[in-house]
């Protein structure tokens, strides 16, 4: 009787992320198929988990394949999983999970987090359909038939890219996309998460010095558009008003200031700001 391949969800930037039966799972089966094993290798101390794993990334998926069909045609259990999130998501994944799906071995995929899912889910744009796309490619060719397409596309869709290219994929965006609504969320689910609103010609001054990969989320053509400007008055207010509440309900100056920055998409430090700004005045 064959194994079984597990897909396993794992966090997107917070160690919380992942879920109780992903832990189980990943404590459980024989190998685990890593993306990159110096990056699992610290979920899997974090939680103590002995599994040990082999990598599973694009640049060996020819050769790995038959090696890990051939373990759970054996009967053995695989977790695959990537550096962040769900696997087959613009990660390594899905020619392994076809290739089960050919050898009828059983797959069995673990949910949890994924960046494009959690970023969509905060930009306030209605969510079906939603289109997820990867990476823009890097060659000239490839990169005019990528935003080709993507134009093509009405409602709202999501991509992913590094911090040196952003400033320079958001402008050419424009060029393809107009001034359609964006969501640029970076450290996802991290301390320092952020979610920078406006539009493809408005945003990009705002992430040149961005750390960190980053989620993009277009909103539908024709909707109107919110900016971080037209959200800061208002929402630091708010974000101010609840830190207060939840320091007087016993949270620590720290835990309030962390929850209310998550809960209106602000970094800490501006939601600490507005709290200082806020005493000085008297508020």
């Known amino acids: 009787m064959s194994g079984t391949l597990f897909v396993v969800a794992t966090p997107v930037g917070n160690m919380e992320d992942v879920t109780l039966r992903a832990l189980r799972v990943l404590r459980e089966v024989d190998v685990i198929a890593a993306e990159d094993t110096r990056r699992t290798a610290h979920l899997l101390s974090h939680y103590a988990i002995p599994t040990p794993s082999i990598s599973f990334h694009q640049h060996n998926i020819r050769t790995r394949i038959p090696q890990l069909l051939s373990r759970l045609q ?75 397409e993507a134009k093509s596309v009405r409602h709202t869709f999501t991509f992913f890219e590094s911090p040196h290219r952003i400033v320079a994929t958001l402008l050419e965006a424009s060029a393809s996309f107009g001034e359609r609504p ?29 750390k960190g990969e980053l989620t993009i989320v277009v909103g539908p053509e024709n909707r109107q558009v919110v900016s971080n400007d037209q959200l800061d008055a208002g929402g630091l207010d708010r974000a101010v008003t609840m830190f207060g509440q939840l320091t007087e309900s016993g949270r620590s100056r720290r835990a309030a200031m962390t929850e209310a920055a998550h809960a209106f998409g602000f970094p800490v430090r501006a939601v600490y700001a507005a709290v200082e700004a806020a005493k000085k005045s008297g508020r």
């Open 74 to 148: 054996s009967g053995q259990n695989v977790a695959l999983v990537t550096d962040a999130g769900t696997p087959g998501v613009s990660d390594p994944g899905v020619e392994l999970v076809e290739a089960c799906v050919l050898a009828n071995v059983s797959v069995d995929p673990i949910p949890g987090a994924s960046a494009p899912l959690t970023a969509a889910v905060a930009s306030g744009f209605p969510l079906i359909p939603l289109t997820i796309f990867g990476f823009p490619p890097r060659r000239s060719k490839d990169r005019t038939a990528w935003f080709a």
């Open 182 to 210: 964006i969501v640029a969320a970076r450290e996802l689910t991290k301390r320092h998460q952020e979610f920078i609103r406006g539009t493809l010609l408005g945003v990009p001054r705002l992430l040149e010095q961005a």
